[in-house]
Structures are given as C-alpha cells and as structure tokens.
C-alpha cells in the first residue's frame, strides 16, 4: 500500500508519489557501516564548507584505501581544479561526455543533493507512510530521486532512522509497468528471500534479496515482470551510476554486506 503524503523529510525532495519505494523487511542484528560512503560524503561535505584543503586531504586518504574509486578520483579533479577557479558544477573538470562520466557526474550530483538535504534533516523526521509500522522491526525506504536507501527499526511503534546508502535503480528511471521497461517498482513490497552471491552471476555482487514484485496492487493494475531484487555490484565497480539497473535496487557490495547483516528472511 502507497499512502499519499510525506513528512517535510521527502517534501524536499519528492513532491508526488514517483520518487519513493518501499521495501518491508525483518532485522535482527546491528552492523558496522563500511567506509566507502562516509569519505564521498565527508569529502562533498569539506567542498561545500569551502575547505579545500581538507577535502583535498580526505579524498586522498580515501583513494588510498579505494584506488579504484572512480567517483573518488573525479572529486579530487574537481578539488584541484577549484583551488585554480571557481567550478561552475559538479563534475567540470571532466569535459568528455561519455556514458561512463555522465554517470559519474550522476553520481556525484546526487551525493551532493543529499549533503544539502542531510544538512536540514534530523533522524526524526521520516516518510509519513511510515507512521504506521504494524509489526515490521524495520523497513527500507528507497528515495529514487536521491538515489538513497534508508533503512528505519521501528521504535515503539515510531520510525527511527539507522543509516543510509548509496543506491542505483533502473536505467530508464522508477514507475515500472511492463516486463523489460527497465524501471524500478514503486510500491510496497516485501523481501522473501536470499541468494548467495556463489549461486549468481557476478553481475549481482555479493548476493541478492529478491522482492515480492509484481504485488497483489501490481496485478491488478496489470503490471507486468519479474525478478525485481535488492542486490550487489559486480566485482570490477564499486557503485554503479544511480539509473544503470534493469530494475533493481543496487548497492555497492560494501553496503550489501552491511544491510545483510540486518535482514532476516526467516522472520517474515
């Protein structure tokens, strides 16, 4: 079920339903998030505040314990090319436009979306269609807009926020309708399921949470599809650019193995 308003949270950043999907899980037990993340962040954050020097100090901490860090490298250009003049955007030190770098550029506009909108936020404030949490310990929230996932516990009956994660959907966008329109659901759905990353593709990285799309609303509004899944990167990428899926939501394989430690299918 999709209710039809949100808390000031999404207000900002989602003004109809076509940016918010739902995903109810059970979790069990607390994890450590990975470090990735964080330093984009911390770095995007330093550049914001005009720190230079110190955004140039943590991206250089950060390609050293991720030299393959595509969006890490693209940072540093921009930093370096700030401290000679003022950027007129995100990602301007690349001037190719390769499909490559437009999802880099992708990427970044998004984290930098989410530090400005991170910065007028508190951990109260939530999804309104998430007032109600019946019995569900948890539920990811997944805002395509922003390209985040939110992972919520329920709180005496109140949501409470967690933590927060890159993510990439479909490559044409969200508001799935038929089988190979390359968009990610909107709805509510639930995970039922886990797969090894050993019984998969390397394509889905370290596993995969399928998820109950097409649901009973689905159906009868004669959505189409199937193999809707929560799921890793393959092994050569980090993060994939935030529309580059066939539909699925994606995390990078860090993040996977982060919010893995907190489902639990068998507690449906």
């Not at 609303?217 to 199937?226: E, I, L, P, Q, V």
């Not at 580059?244 to 449906?268: H, P, T």
């Amino acid at each position: 079920m999709l209710l039809n308003r949100f808390s000031w949270l999404f207000l900002v950043l989602v003004l109809s339903l076509s940016g918010i999907g739902v995903i109810r899980a059970e979790v069990h037990s607390p994890g450590s998030a990975a470090s990735y993340e964080p330093a984009v962040l911390e770095v995007v954050k330093a550049i914001k505040g005009g720190d230079l020097q110190a955004a140039l100090a943590i991206v250089d901490r950060h390609l050293q314990r991720f030299p393959k860090s595509r969006i890490g490298h693209l940072l540093k250009a921009d930093i370096l090319l700030a401290m000679a003049r003022p950027l007129s955007g995100v990602g301007e030190s690349i001037a190719t436009q390769s499909e490559v770098v437009r999802g880099l550029k992708h990427q970044l506009q998004n984290r930098w979306l989410h530090a400005t909108v991170s910065a007028d936020r508190t951990h109260k404030g939530f999804p309104a269609s998430l007032i109600d949490m019946g019995r569900h310990k948890h539920v990811v929230v997944a805002d395509m807009l922003e390209g985040r996932l939110y992972l919520y516990k329920n709180n005496k009956g109140m949501p409470e926020l967690v933590r927060d994660y890159y993510m990439s959907v479909g490559s044409a966008g969200y508001g799935k309708q038929v089988e190979g329109d390359l968009k990610t659901p909107i709805g509510v759905y639930s995970i039922y399921q886990y797969i090894d990353d050993k019984e998969l593709p390397d394509l889905y990285g370290a596993g995969a949470f399928p998820v109950n799309y097409p649901n009973r609303m689905d159906r009868f509004r004669k959505r189409t599809g199937s193999g809707i899944w929560l799921h890793g990167t393959p092994s050569n990428t980090y993060a994939r650019s935030p529309w580059a899926s066939e539909g699925c939501f994606v995390l990078s394989n860090d993040d996977f193995l982060d919010i893995e430690k907190y489902i639990d299918v068998k507690q449906r």
